[in-house]
């Protein structure tokens, strides 16, 4: 799910997808994908056992494969034969393959996990969960496909984009800064470890499994916090830079994409534990695993997500008045500490609203 964030914390790709003519179309993509998602459900649900987890896993990537490809092609909005001769095979298996099938089962778990802590058990009743997961995963997928072929679009175009949401610049910056990263991830995973033990009092399986996703979330949000100012500024203190931001701008990134992708990704595993694996409860061992390797992952993308922004801020130092719109990362610093050093001198913004 880094592509999700990188289009949302970037102010150069989330400007791009959130101006209103191309919400306007979005909510169309998301709408259409969305009937016919309902369609395939009802049609596979007289043709297989749609309780099998396998089965419905199977069938909501499937949906999501086609989906991205086909809300990929209305973003571009150029011909197939156009697409694959600038696109190239490797972008496009990366579309089909991360951004439908494996983007879709990670969002069905996302559906089927949240479901069951709310003791909606999807192995008991399939019907209803099955339909929210198949839906849902659905639209989600087509809204980033398109997003994803909109930026490539415009980069076609001649519009210049520092990053594109497909990963290659978070394995350059890997083996770039591996002694850098190595700190962040170990903390990663120590905290995680520990944070997920939040459970141990709690005798309900449902209950321990909801602490130790809020004990996760509040750490992995916090984590991929300090991260980024880590990467933002690389030749100053973390510390200093985030003792000197307001607290209502820390909580803006703590909570999204901090916390909100934190338990994204705690739900996913556990959701693998559970209807993958058939696993009846999230043993302590389990959870500790599980809680180390989403701080872990969420540190790393706070880095990332920070260093791609001081990428942006070295070579578009200058920012135009719409850049300001996006959504949080231009006001995450809050006013200029009033100093002339690398913090007081970026150009921030207090206005913008999600897209």
């Known amino acids: 799910m880094l592509h999700r964030m990188a289009l949302r914390v970037l102010p150069s790709l989330s400007l791009a997808v959130t101006e209103e003519p191309v919400r306007k179309q979005k909510r169309i ?8 998602a309902f369609g395939v459900y009802r049609l596979v649900k007289h043709l ?19 989906t991205s490809v086909l809300a990929y092609r209305v973003g571009r ?41 709310i003791n909606y058990d999807y192995l008991q009743h399939p019907d209803g969960p099955a339909m929210m997961a198949i839906i849902i995963s659905c639209t989600a997928v087509a809204r980033d ?17 520092l990053t594109f949401p497909d990963g290659e610049q978070l394995r350059a910056l ?19 470890a520990i944070a997920s033990l939040s459970g141990m009092v709690i005798a309900d399986v449902r209950g321990t499994a909801l602490a130790q996703l809020l004990s996760v979330t509040l750490v992995g949000g916090g984590l991929a916090l300090c991260a980024y100012f880590g990467g933002l500024y690389p030749s100053t203190s973390w510390v200093r830079t985030f003792r000197q931001t307001a607290p209502v701008e820390l909580l803006k990134y703590w909570w999204w994409p ?25 043993t302590l061992g389990a959870a500790a695993v599980i809680g180390a390797l989403v701080t872990a992952m969420m540190t790393l993308y706070g880095y990332y997500l920070g260093n791609r922004r001081h990428v942006e801020n070295e070579q578009a130092p200058q920012l135009s008045s719409g850049m300001l719109r996006c959504p949080f990362v231009m006001g995450i610093l809050g006013k200029p500490v009033g100093t002339h050093d690398a913090v007081g001198e970026l150009v921030l913004g207090k206005t913008g609203t999600k897209g």
Do not use: C, N
């Not at 993509?29 to 016919?36: A, D, H, K, R, S």
């Not at 972008?91 to 802590?117: D, H, M």
């Open 29 to 36: 993509v998301m709408f259409v994908p969305g009937l016919i």
């Open 48 to 66: 297989a056992s749609i309780a099998d987890p396998l089965v419905l896993l199977t069938v909501s990537s499937l949906v999501a494969t086609v």
């Open 77 to 117: 909005s150029a011909p197939w034969s156009v697409i694959v001769r600038q696109d190239g095979a490797r972008l496009l298996t990366w579309l089909a393959g991360w951004i439908g099938a494996v983007y879709g089962i990670q969002l069905s778990l996302l559906v089927l996990t949240l479901l069951w802590i």
């Open 145 to 161: 496909a398109f997003e994803i072929g909109y930026v490539r679009k415009l980069s076609l175009l001649g519009r210049p984009f």
């Open 174 to 192: 890997v083996r770039r800064r591996a002694s850098q990263l190595g700190p962040w991830l170990v903390a990663g995973l120590g905290m995680g």
């Open 258 to 282: 901090g916390m909100a992708f934190a338990s994204t990704y705690y739900l996913v595993t556990m959701g693998l534990l559970l209807f993958v694996l058939r696993e009846p409860t999230i």
